[in-house]
């Protein structure tokens, strides 16, 4: 049976009801009722009066709403109708929503000289998959695809993009065309990014593993907020990303791991020093010395 999960997000407007399985494949935006024609169930969130817009994408229903009411008050009774409709119907959208979603992929720079962001109008994936070397791709088949390319050296696919770091020996004007035409025609055949036994790996550098928020102490509860709402924005759209992984008191030192594009970044230093730590120590006076990549 599915279910919803509501998850808050950074924006106090928008909630998430998540569910446990694919909604759909494409990605749309609502603005208003009019613009509905595939989906009975938008078509009844637009008639409530709170309903400011809809997105769908991959397995959420994002809703914005008017200041007319706090989602406290209403997200509860609004999970239990889209799960109930969700499992009557067998799904969110009637057949218009079969119609085929062009699939556009274009390159972006990153401040790393040696990784490009190819970014695509698709949900790919809604973890951090970073892969170093052919052995890791296993599990990973657009990864693995890609390392059949003698030019790619690391693939980092997060979300709508994918970025990918080239050998030193080729430029990218070389193999820029070639990278675009194998994502696109790969998300096109609706492969999977990864398979059913693929597990994000554990970083060998100082065994790095994702951090659960709920047990840190305040601070570090703190520290990840403003990473989530200040800093990665910027570092994703760089085509990297940014983990919190740990906070010592006694040094005020806090320890992050760099990924995509900002690993092995020749501004990364700087990004640190300019971007990250200055924005904590104002955010949180006297609480912080120094931020490190324990990752490089």
């Known amino acids: 049976m599915l279910k919803i999960n509501i998850e808050n997000t950074n924006t106090p407007k928008i909630i998430k009801f998540v569910a446990n399985e694919i909604l759909t494949e494409g990605s749309f935006e609502y603005n ?18 709170f309903v400011k817009k809809v997105f769908v994408t991959a397995n959420f229903i994002a809703i914005e709403r008017f200041n007319i009411v706090e989602w406290a008050d209403v997200q509860d009774e609004l ?22 979603v062009n699939i556009e992929v274009y390159g972006e720079s990153t401040p790393n000289p040696s990784v490009m962001k190819f970014v695509t109008n698709k949900l790919l994936t809604s973890q951090n998959i970073e892969v170093t070397s052919v052995e890791e791709a296993e599990e990973v088949p657009m990864a693995k695809g890609l390392f059949d390319l003698s030019f790619v050296k690391e693939v980092f696919i997060s979300e709508n993009y994918v970025s990918i770091t080239k050998v030193e020996a080729i430029e990218w004007f070389e193999i820029t065309t070639d990278l675009r035409n194998f994502l696109r025609d790969y998300i096109k055949s609706s492969k999977p990014i990864v398979t059913e036994n693929f597990t994000p790996k554990v970083n060998t550098v100082s065994e790095i593993e994702s951090v659960l928020v709920e047990n840190l102490d305040d601070i570090s509860k703190e520290i990840v907020a403003i990473l989530d709402e200040y800093i990665k924005p910027a570092v994703t759209s760089d085509g990297g990303n ?29 990004t640190l020093k300019n971007g990250i730590e200055a924005t904590l120590k104002q ?14």
Not at 35 to 40: A, I, L, R, Y
Not at 242 to 256: E, L, P
Not at 283 to 296: C, D, M, Y
């Open 79 to 100: 999970k239990v109708v889209i799960e109930n409709y969700l499992n009557t119907n067998g799904g969110l959208f009637t057949q218009l929503e079969q119609k085929k």
């Open 283 to 296: 955010l949180l006076p006297n609480k912080i010395e120094e931020v490190v990549a324990i990752n490089g």
């Open 242 to 270: 940014i983990m919190f992984q740990s906070y010592d008191a006694t040094s005020k030192v806090v320890n992050v791991v760099l990924q995509g594009a900002c690993s092995g970044c020749p501004s990364s230093t700087i």
């Open 32 to 49: 208003n009722i009019e613009e509905v024609d595939n989906s009975t169930l938008i078509q009844q969130l637009f008639h409530l009066p």
